[in-house]
């Protein structure tokens, strides 16, 4: 599995966790889910991802999208 493919799908789940919890619990959740789609779009834009370079010092394969 490549690091870009972990992130994605650390992003998606943790959007689906807020929106979950905010329903549920209190809408103060949307914050996070606010949170991942800031850090999303900072990322595309510098390509700069946090948990893309831990990911990397794992040991992960790295595509071309982080690297």
Not at 19 to 34: K, Q
Request: glycine letters at 8%; charged letters at 5%; a positive charge.
């Amino acid at each position: 599995m490549s690091v870009e493919r972990v992130v994605l799908a650390f992003a998606g789940s943790v959007v689906l966790l807020s929106l979950l919890l905010a329903h549920y619990v209190s809408a103060d959740w949307l914050w996070v889910t606010a949170f991942v789609g800031v850090n999303l779009l900072q990322s595309s834009i510098t390509g700069f991802c946090p948990l893309a370079k831990i990911l990397r010092a794992m040991g992960l394969q790295a595509g071309c999208a982080f690297q």
